[in-house]
């Protein structure tokens, strides 16, 4: 049963991914993200259970609470005062980009074959959906241009190296998890700032505008 | 019957010299020698389906020389394998029809005139085809080749005052003759190293190995390529075809594009030895290419027969898919999954064979009614036409590959290899499978909406030109062939275990392949072949959509007496054909959603005398962008013809300069010979 | 002993009866559903039947124009669809055809009636036709190969392309808990959207002619050949709903012909297919219609996922 719930919310995360990539509203992108984080949530919480380790409900407390609650409310709130609603044109396609997630998930799932536990196992799916979710955070952080979006891939980023870690060694030290939940949160809110004064200087959150910013 | 099947070749090939013969004769009396080229014809088709027919019930080949020339070695003989037979057997299942159809299509228009020598052309072209399909030697197979080449250019050159006929005939000579040149290199190479012209010793898979083995199957591969019409090598298919007089058209889009198949067979398939897996990746990506941009360039063609052309180059690429399967099959030693897909792309041969020929010739009595190819010229047809009509759509639901019809059998086999394709091979190679699933499935999905816009804007609603409004039907002669045509599709779809049982004993004669389960179910089913996949039953199905399509009649028919006729509302205007939804709005959302591939250009021009605000007329003016000839053609001709203005230096022209090469030449040679011995 | 010809031909005539008798509801309630979202009342629970049989008795009024092609149109895309249901297990693991094919044919057929359909949309010679068969088939095309990889992943899953074998299969295993059958599911969900014309990709209550694509394509019909349209459109969706829930979760499916076992498996595949329901009223009352030329990015998402679902399965 642990297996299968673990693998459910997984496969469920990098469904989320995908939508991520195949559609261009900024709220929706944001639900998304929350409902990635609350997935994954979930993971933490199943293997707190099955390994009867405590320190794994705060960490997974944390997750839900921030990144599935707190970072989404903030962001849309941000979203809401600049008043910017939807990526503008990414610079690749959507069927393109949907194009190279595939090729980028299926490396991800082949490297984690070579993994311990090799086979068929869980650790194997999750290690899969955690790569397939970084590479795929990463391209998106690459091809698209609302510094929003920008903030959400790497936040999949981080989800996905959660995950990598709940898989291969059932989590980080609480310790470690703690400091990483502040840095995201600072992070973010550094962002939001940011974005807003991206906003205000260039009415835009166009982040390639950016490169006007050079002598 | 056994002696028939012993005779039965030089007997049709000495039918068919007579026939020539006398058509050339008979060059004044134009009605005469009309029915004399055609029904020598359908009578030498007769024969050669009757040797092919015994050929593949039997399963034995049959073998015979023709020539012999005691002095200089050399030997025209053939072999009507298995494999042949089949080919053979497609040939004449569309030839037959096409030759009576041609008696009565000849009889018009600029044909008319010139029929002496499109009657000859036409028997030239149907015996060379039978003769390719039979030659067991190289010499024999390359003129057999030749002559079909240029039989097929005089027909597409037969309206030679147009410019359009010739630039495609010129177009189709010089792609030809790059895959001729080809296929030359190819079986010269091949020769030498097997000390023998004859296929059996040279196709017999043992002959070469590494490199020059890989370098063989790229000449063959661009050779036979050229005449299957795949993409890259397709160019001049879309142009050639639609130049062509319809029966000719058919002919060449049904069975002309099976010479190359043949040979991919024949050569690269099962003569080279066990095929490599890089050489399996070629096919399938030229025949996913092939299929997925033949039917989107279809989709925008509002000529009707350059259409039916460019879906030619889709139903190729779907049967070259199945033989990269079987080859990719074969690569890994799958021999069961191999003969799946085997089956798969030798049944597509056949079935769109009858499918492509019928709807050409249905193209060919609308252009005949209507004197134009335009599909945005025509509408309203069924009801002046309601035969060709009837019998168009019946091709068009088969070519959709819709059950109860003959394109479904071709397509569920090849959905079958490839499933099976992806379980039974190992690595990353396997996501090649589903990709062409996927492909395949978009493939057809776009043909049915090809159709629909073919058939739809072609012989629904109102006449859009006074050409489609005063069509008259086609006679008699040109119907009856249709009509068989048309039988044979709806046959083949409910019984395809028929052609599958057939085909079992031509497959067995492949070498690597094995049958591990009957792919037939009697005559009325398939099965997968390998355990118990999947089977369909065609037939059964069909009693249930009948007694469905039974109910519905019967829920509707109590008020079908009070049905009333009034006009369509066009929204409050006169309903007249510039209302009408056309052929290039239909399929205006696919180009737009595949403009990648399209790059469409458009211009829109106002004329307006007064204001801008107010245009007498609006111009609209689309195209799409011809990328292969474009991108790589244009510059391969630019390549050519730039070294040969740089070797033009060696053409002085002076008789001394010549000579003074001769002697250049002799002299080298004599050195390296000195040197050599 | 009923010999076994007969018995086939009586569960394909249930079967086929059943789903026909049903559709009407499913249709209803999700219009139902969405009211009460909207804060309206909605119609009764069996509006739907009193809008078939209202149109049955109308007269059929037709163009013109037309030929014996725009008569054919209805009654063919009617026929291909509840032969279809014939083909897919519903209450028990067994289709009544199973014999006669599996997946391929099922999709096949669909196909089948909706060539017929935008053909007879053609023959009225109103620009409306035209518009809905050429947006209905740009869509039905895109969708086509990831609703086949869609239904392959599961096939291959189980080793077999025949839908009854299928569900057997599957139940016989228990349900997998890979992550290819979620990402399968999220991939067909959306192409049955898609493929039953509701929002995003559709509006079923338009008659705006610049958005609608399906009403576009059946504008011009009237009478009975209406309601065989709209009743054949409404077996085809229940048709979709059933095979998601058959083939990704065929919990309390019926393995035997036993009263109970089948009245279990009623309420079950009731309860799911309602929850279904109740996913896509979600979906339409949340959503906005896309434009025509961004149903190709949510397509391409429901490919990749199908795709995916083929590839992750087997690595």
């Avoid at chain 1, 005062?81 to 393109?96: C, D």
Wanted: aromatic share 8%; charged share 10%; proline share 4%.
């Amino acid at each position: 049963m642990t297996a299968n719930i673990l693998i459910f919310c997984a496969a469920g995360m990098l469904v989320t991914a995908y939508l991520m990539v195949g559609q261009k509203a900024l709220f929706t992108t944001i639900r998304l993200y929350g409902v990635q984080s609350l997935l994954l949530g979930i993971v933490a919480t199943t293997i707190a259970i099955a390994e009867s380790r405590p320190e794994l409900f705060v960490t997974a407390a944390l997750t839900v609470t921030l990144k599935a609650i707190l970072i989404p409310w903030f962001l849309m709130r941000t979203v809401d005062r600049i008043g910017i609603h939807r990526e503008i044109e990414p610079f690749l396609s959507v069927p393109a980009s949907l194009l190279v997630c595939l090729g980028l998930t299926v490396v991800g799932y082949r490297v984690s074959t070579g993994f311990q536990e090799g086979a068929r196992g869980v650790g194997h799916h999750l290690i899969g959906v955690a790569l397939s979710l970084l590479l795929i955070g990463l391209f998106l952080m690459v091809t698209r241009k609302k510094a929003i979006t920008q903030i959400l891939a790497l936040l999949t980023v981080e989800n996905a190296v959660f995950l990598v870690a709940l898989g291969v060694t059932s989590g980080m030290p609480l310790i470690v998890e703690l400091g990483i939940s502040f840095d995201v949160i600072l992070a973010v809110l550094v962002l939001g700032v940011l974005v807003r004064r991206i906003v205000g200087r260039f009415e835009s959150m166009d982040v390639s505008r950016l490169s006007k910013l050079k002598g | 019957m056994v002696g028939l099947v012993a005779v039965g070749l030089p007997a049709a090939l000495l039918i068919r010299l007579l026939t020539v013969a006398a058509t050339l004769a008979l060059a004044r009396r134009a009605r005469t020698c009309r029915w004399v080229a055609l029904v020598g014809s359908m009578l030498a088709s007769l024969l050669t389906v009757t040797v092919a027919l015994e050929v593949i019930a039997s399963g034995l080949s049959v073998e015979g020389v023709l020539v012999r020339h005691a002095a200089s070695g050399i030997v025209f003989d053939y072999a009507v394998t298995p494999l042949s037979a089949w080919f053979l057997m497609v040939l004449g299942v569309v030839a037959i029809p096409t030759a009576l159809y041609s008696a009565a299509y000849f009889s018009h228009s600029v044909v008319a005139s010139r029929i002496a020598v499109v009657g000859t052309a036409f028997n030239v072209l149907v015996g060379s085809l039978e003769a390719v399909f039979t030659a067991s030697g190289v010499v024999a197979f390359l003129c057999a080749w030749e002559v079909m080449t240029l039989a097929t250019a005089a027909l597409v050159a037969t309206e030679h005052q147009e410019r359009a006929s010739r630039r495609a005939a010129y177009l189709y000579l010089v792609m030809s003759h790059i895959g001729t040149g080809c296929l030359v290199a190819g079986f010269l190479v091949l020769a030498g190293q097997a000390g023998s012209l004859s296929f059996s010793a040279l196709l017999s898979g043992h002959v070469v190995s590494g490199p020059l083995r890989d370098g063989l199957f790229a000449l063959f591969f661009v050779g036979f390529g050229v005449k299957a019409g795949v993409i890259p090598l397709h160019v001049w298919l879309p142009e050639a075809h639609p130049a062509a007089p319809s029966s000719v058209s058919a002919l060449m889009s049904a069975v002309l594009i099976t010479a190359g198949i043949y040979g991919l067979y024949r050569v690269c398939g099962f003569g080279l030895g066990v095929p490599d897996q890089n050489w399996a990746l070629a096919l399938m990506a030229v025949g996913m290419l092939s299929a997925i941009l033949g039917v989107l360039y279809a989709l925008t063609q509002t000529d009707l027969k350059r259409l039916l052309a460019y879906s030619t180059i889709e139903n190729s690429g779907i049967i070259v898919l199945g033989l990269g399967a079987a080859m990719m099959a074969l690569a890994h030693d799958q021999r069961a999954l191999a003969t799946v897909a085997v089956a798969a792309s030798l049944t597509h041969v056949l079935n769109h064979a009858i499918f492509k020929g019928l709807l050409f010739l249905g193209a060919g009595s609308v252009v005949m009614a209507t004197g134009t190819r335009q599909i945005e010229q025509f509408g309203g047809l069924l009801r002046r036409m309601p035969w060709t009509g009837l019998f168009f759509l019946i091709g068009a639901l088969s070519i959709s590959g819709l059950p109860l019809l003959n394109g479904f059998p071709g397509e569920w086999l090849t959905f079958q290899a490839l499933l099976l394709g992806f379980t039974a091979t190992p690595g990353l190679v396997r996501l090649n499978f589903p990709l062409a699933g996927a492909m395949l499935a978009l493939t057809s999905a776009l043909a049915a909406a090809c159709f629909v816009r073919a058939f739809g804007i072609s012989f629904l609603a109102l006449p859009r030109s006074p050409a489609a409004g005063s069509a008259h039907e086609s006679p008699l002669l040109m119907l009856v062939p249709q009509a068989w045509l048309a039988t044979l599709c709806v046959g083949l779809g409910l019984v395809p275990g028929v052609a599958l049982r057939a085909l079992e004993g031509v497959i067995v004669s492949l070498p690597g392949l094995q049958l591990t389960s009957p792919m037939a179910e009697g005559a009325w089913g398939m099965a997968s072949g390998i355990g118990s996949f999947d089977h369909v039953v065609p037939g059964i199905f069909g009693v249930a959509v009948l007694s469905a399509l039974a109910f519905a009649a019967l829920l509707t028919v109590r008020r079908e007496a009070v049905a009333r006729r009034v006009p369509t509302w066009a929204c409050g205007g006169d309903l007249t054909a510039r209302t009408e939804y056309t052929a290039t709005a239909f399929s205006k959302p696919l180009l737009m959603i595949f403009r990648a591939v399209y790059r469409p250009r458009r211009q829109v021009d106002s004329l307006a005398d007064v204001s801008p605000y107010f245009p007498q007329e609006v111009r609209y003016r689309t195209e799409i962008e011809p990328t292969f000839e474009r991108y790589m053609y244009a510059p391969l001709v630019r390549l050519v013809l730039g070294s040969a203005r740089g070797m033009r230096v060696l053409q002085a022209g002076s008789l001394h300069t010549y000579l003074a090469y001769v002697l250049v030449l002799a002299v080298i040679l004599l050195i390296w010979l000195g040197g050599t011995t | 002993m009923i010999p076994d010809a007969f018995l086939t031909i009586g569960a394909s005539l249930l079967q086929a009866g059943g789903m026909l008798a049903a559709a009407p509801l499913l249709r209803t309630a999700i219009k139902k559903m969405k009211a009460r979202l909207q804060n309206r009342q909605g119609p009764p629970l069996l509006q739907g039947y009193y809008d078939l049989a209202k149109l049955i008795r109308k007269e059929p009024v037709r163009s013109e124009t037309a030929s014996w092609v725009y008569v054919a149109g209805p009654r063919v895309y009617f026929a291909a669809a509840v032969a279809a249901t014939t083909l897919v297990p519903v209450l028990v693991a067994v289709a009544p055809l199973e014999a006669a094919g599996g997946i391929l044919l099922l999709v096949g057929t669909l196909a089948f009636g909706r060539f017929a359909l935008a053909t007879a949309a053609l023959d009225t010679g109103s620009p409306f036709g035209g518009m809905g068969a050429s947006r209905d088939m740009t869509i039905a095309a895109l969708a086509e190969p990831a609703l086949m990889l869609g239904l392959f992943a599961q096939a291959l899953a189980a080793g077999t392309m025949n839908l009854g074998v299928l569900v057997r299969a599957l139940v016989q295993q228990g349900p997998s808990w890979h992550p290819s059958d979620l990402l399968a599911f999220a991939g067909l969900f959306i192409i049955v959207i898609a493929e039953t014309g509701r929002i995003p990709v559709d509006n079923p209550a338009t008659h705006l002619e610049l958005t609608m694509i399906h009403e576009a394509m059946v504008l011009e019909y009237a009478g009975p050949d209406l309601a065989l349209v709209e009743w054949a459109s409404a077996v085809k969706e229940l048709l979709y709903l059933t095979l998601l829930v058959n083939l990704f979760m065929p919990v309390g499916i019926a393995t035997s012909v036993e009263t109970e076992a089948l009245f279990v498996a009623l309420m079950a595949w009731t309860g799911k297919v309602f929850l279904l329901a109740i996913a896509v009223t979600v979906v339409e009352s949340t959503n906005a219609k896309l434009r025509l030329f961004r149903v190709p990015e949510l397509v391409s998402v429901s490919l990749g996922l199908a795709f995916l679902a083929l590839a992750i399965r087997f690595l």
